[in-house]
């Protein structure tokens, strides 16, 4: 059994469901990106894996406990953290205060755990006085990912974590992403960018229109001329 | 010598009242703004809950009279603070939990919180007058003055005097604690910048394990705060009077916007740009310019821009002007 595990998830909001018996496992220490065209439900696997989406079935197990009927507070505090795709950072608060919220739940020394950020974002240790809405997009995403791993979770659940940045910073945040896989954290990524993703992902889920329709790893997905064609653009 | 009275003027007819104004109201529209950070809705009940906060104070203060109780120079209002303070404390709580809860659950409109904040206004406004009456209460007492015009005047030698009244010195004394206090909380405790966290990205709040509920009861709790305090300060300085703080909602809900709805700390500065602006235009400057001019340039009017009958007019044109040209008012906040 994979650390963290979802089994047939099936879900949406009111009445239709978006998406349908979906299953996602990743290990710790591992990446592990979903993939699809837009539509396919990839974030709303991901809500429904956090207990957000009202409407869902399925199980969610996390080192082998059923976390499934937790609310989203408590599996956060079990050790699964999440960065939004928008909204992902406390815009009118600094890079410090940013980490500070992000810690709430943390019990071990703040100070010494906002160091480690730094170390692993020295950028945004320039930066930590800072009103975070006034920093770049690159660095937002810094500050996001920072925030979310106050908590020192188990399981880190990005959403589309490059969206709408250039594509030197994409490189450098998924830089960011390989040195927290080495953390033994599990690392589970919606992305846009299928073929960059798939390069530094250990396996891939391709989502279609609600489905897992193939899965692998990150070398078979990248080479098999089906989904090439499909959905990496040739 | 003409100079140095014609400051003395001023100080005393615009400054000193629209330090004391600008604190009273300053205070009302940190609550405005806290309720509209948090809660995301404008509370018309507000300046209701202001004469809530007051009449309980008053009544406290009543009771300590009569147990012989005082405070010497200062008002016996200062020891029935806390008790008033405390119960409009529960009784916005019982608001929130009764009225203002269901339609949070509901993620009802704001638009459709601001009428049912409507609903709690008349409800508090009509227990009120009934609980004292809706006539005028004095309820200071003390020392009146710390420096009367005469005093003054003979103390310096000038023709102009400077009175200061203890409410004045008071009101002002308590505004900037209790907002240094606020300002201190919000910004460096954990549970301060927790609460402005949930007012910037309410989603992150909940993913961050931040509890909706307590934040919500903390907004209430420091709202009833500042609104007992800012009511008593009012009351204190002027007179006590149900409709007086339900008048007062105009300013202050200009003083929230001015300072951008939303900023703590630019409603703290917009309560003084609206006193001094209202009492700045309503001041008649004729006797100031006797001093300053040469005879035969004395004005012959009163030179006051805006009679006092308008001053509401002026916290409604302020209003107005921001929300046209600064939506975001003068200091950073949300666009309603």
Known sequence: MMYFTAKNLTGGYGGVNIIEDCNFEVNQGEIVSILGPNGAGKSTAMKAMLGILNNSSGEIILNDRTITQLKTQERIKSGISFVPQTNNIFTELTVQENLEMGAFLYDGDINERIEEMFTLFPIIKEKRDQITGELSGGQRQQVAIARALMTDPNVLMLDEPTAGVSPIVMDEIFQHILNIKKQNIAVLMVEQNARQALEISDRGYILVTGKNTYEGTGDYLLNDNEIRKAFLGG | ?336
């Open chain 2, 1 to 336: 010598m003409d100079i140095i009275n014609s400051i003395v003027l001023l100080c005393n007819f615009l400054v000193i009242p629209a330090l004391t104004y600008g604190s009273q109201l300053a205070l009302g529209a940190i609550g405005v703004t806290l309720i509209y950070g948090v809660l995301r809705f404008a509370n018309f009940a507000y300046g209701d809950l202001m004469a809530f906060g007051t009449m309980t104070v008053i009544l406290v203060t009543w009771y300590l009279k009569s147990l012989g109780i005082n405070l010497g120079v200062l008002p016996t209002a200062l020891i029935a603070l806390p008790f008033g303070i405390i119960a409009t404390i529960l009784i916005s709580l019982l608001f929130d939990k009764t009225v203002f809860k269901y339609y949070r659950d509901k993620k009802s409109d704001p638009v459709i919180l601001i009428v049912v904040s409507l609903g709690v206004m008349f409800i508090l406004n009509a227990l009120v007058r009934i609980i004292i009456g809706p006539g005028d209460v004095v309820f200071m007492d003390g020392a009146r003055f710390i420096m009367k015009a005469r005093e003054f005047k003979d103390l310096t030698g000038l023709d102009e005097g400077l009175a200061l009244k203890s409410t004045q010195l008071i009101t002002f004394i308590t505004t900037i604690i209790t907002a240094s206090l606020l300002f201190y909380f919000l910004n460096k405790t954990k549970t301060g910048k927790s609460m402005r966290a949930y007012s910037n990205n309410e989603d992150l709040a909940l993913l961050s394990g931040i509890d909706p509920n307590k934040i919500i009861i903390l907004t209430w709790v420091l709202v009833s705060i500042l609104a007992t305090v800012a009511g008593t300060l009012y009351g204190l300085d002027k007179s006590f009077k149900p409709l007086a703080y339900w008048n007062n909602l105009l300013p202050i809900f200009a003083a929230t916007i001015v300072g951008g709805i939303g900023n703590p700390l630019g409603a703290f500065y917009g309560g003084f740009v609206i006193a001094f602006t209202e009492i700045g235009l309503t001041y008649a400057y004729k006797k100031f310019f006797v001093y300053l001019l040469p005879e035969r340039l004395e004005p012959s009017s009163l030179i006051q821009y805006i009679s006092t009958d308008y001053k509401f007019a002026i916290s409604f044109a302020i209003l107005v002007v921001v929300l046209i040209y600064r939506p975001n008012g003068i200091f950073k906040g949300k666009v309603i």
